[in-house]
């Protein structure tokens, strides 16, 4: 995998001993001071600048005109990026403009691997030749129990007629007689 850069935004604490050299001929403020300065006028500038492209009317046709053009199909918009470009944005059905929650990892509908070679072992498969393949261990452990025999089911014959219960008569008293 390639390692993307590392890039951190530095505290004005940090940066200001570093900026912060006299002045130039001819000029009344130091290098710190006019970049704050430039900085605060250019985020002022764009807040403004992207409130009166929403506010405009055009915008919503021109941008639609312009996906028509790129040969794009989807909710069309123009913005305007931290550099002052504007660019035609184009968003789809059931994408959000800047996703807030990570995608979801895909999962199979399968056991764990642990759980698998569990079971592969028990009923006497060695497991080594299928590695960390889910799929085949599973295959190999379906074709396993159908080999196995499997219980036959009893038939009863069904009664005939009503049910009668048979109850002995009660035994009557003889008197024993001798022999």
Same mark, same amino acid.
């Given at each position: 995998?390639?390692?993307?850069?590392?890039? $951190?935004?530095?505290?004005?604490?940090?940066?200001?001993?570093?900026?912060?050299?006299?002045?130039?001929?001819? *000029?009344?403020?130091?290098?710190?001071?006019r970049?704050? @300065?430039?900085?605060?006028?250019?985020e002022?500038?764009?807040?403004?600048?992207r409130?009166?492209?929403?506010?405009?009317?055009?915008?919503?046709?021109?941008?639609?005109?312009?996906?028509?053009?790129?040969?794009?199909?989807?909710?069309?918009t123009l @913005?305007?990026? *931290?550099?002052?470009?504007?660019?035609?944005?184009?968003?789809?059905?059931?994408?959000?403009?800047?996703?807030?929650?990570?995608?979801?990892?895909?999962?199979?509908?399968?056991?764990?691997?642990?759980? @698998?070679? #569990?079971?592969? #072992?028990?009923?006497?498969?060695?497991?080594?030749?299928?590695?960390?393949?889910?799929?085949?261990?599973? $295959?190999?452990?379906?074709?396993?129990?159908?080999? $196995?025999?499997?219980?036959?089911?009893?038939?009863?014959?069904p $009664?005939?007629?009503?049910?009668? @219960?048979?109850?002995?008569?009660?035994? #009557?008293?003889?008197?024993e007689?001798?022999?």
């Amino acid at each position: 995998m390639k390692r993307q850069p590392y890039r $951190a935004e530095i505290e004005e604490s940090w940066m200001e001993p570093l900026l912060h050299v006299p002045p130039a001929k001819g *000029d009344q403020v130091n290098v710190y001071n006019r970049l704050m @300065l430039a900085q605060h006028e250019w985020e002022q500038a764009l807040t403004e600048a992207r409130e009166v492209l929403a506010a405009n009317p055009l915008m919503k046709t021109m941008a639609e005109a312009l996906a028509r053009k790129s040969n794009k199909r989807g909710d069309a918009t123009l @913005l305007l990026d *931290d550099t002052g470009k504007m660019f035609l944005d184009v968003q789809y059905k059931n994408t959000p403009l800047r996703p807030t929650e990570p995608k979801r990892k895909w999962e199979s509908g399968l056991p764990s691997l642990h759980t @698998l070679q #569990e079971e592969a #072992e028990s009923l006497g498969i060695d497991t080594a030749p299928f590695g960390r393949s889910k799929t085949l261990l599973t $295959a190999a452990i379906e074709a396993e129990r159908s080999k $196995a025999p499997k219980p036959k089911m009893m038939r009863t014959a069904p $009664a005939v007629g009503p049910v009668t @219960l048979i109850n002995p008569a009660p035994k #009557e008293e003889t008197p024993e007689q001798p022999n």
